[in-house]
Nanobody, 124 residues
């Protein structure tokens, strides 16, 4: 079993940066792919980025490509999401999740464990 806790959210002005962290526990974390999703009020949960268990493969949604960077440190059981050039449309509750399969990393149904989320608010 994997337990996930997100942190690093907050209020930032448009054009600013935030770094989200996902702290994990559970010995299978090192063999789990990790994704970040976000959900704005009244909208569906949306894929943001994912990283393979080794860190060698990464995937980004088009809206964040070139602005967000996902990384992981398996020794510290953490996955980070560096978010630059933030826009008001990035405002959402951000979740990290873990999966044993890379095949469905863009689909929230493909994940086994979820954190509680951290709020990101970008003001214009």
């Amino acid at each position: 079993q994997v337990q996930l806790v997100e942190s690093g959210g907050g209020l930032v002005q448009a054009g600013g940066s935030l770094r989200l962290s996902c702290a994990a526990s559970g010995r299978t974390f090192r063999f789990s792919h990790v994704g970040w999703f976000r959900q704005a009020p009244g909208k569906e949960r949306e894929f943001v980025a994912a990283i393979s268990y080794s860190g060698g493969t990464k995937d980004y949604s088009d809206p964040v490509k070139g602005r967000f960077t996902i990384s992981r440190d398996n020794a510290k059981y953490t996955v980070s999401l560096q978010m630059n050039s933030l826009k008001p449309e990035d405002t959402a509750l951000y979740y990290c999740a873990s999966s044993s399969s890379w095949e469905y990393v863009r689909n929230w149904n493909g994940y086994d464990y979820w954190g509680q989320g951290t709020q990101v608010t970008v003001s214009s």
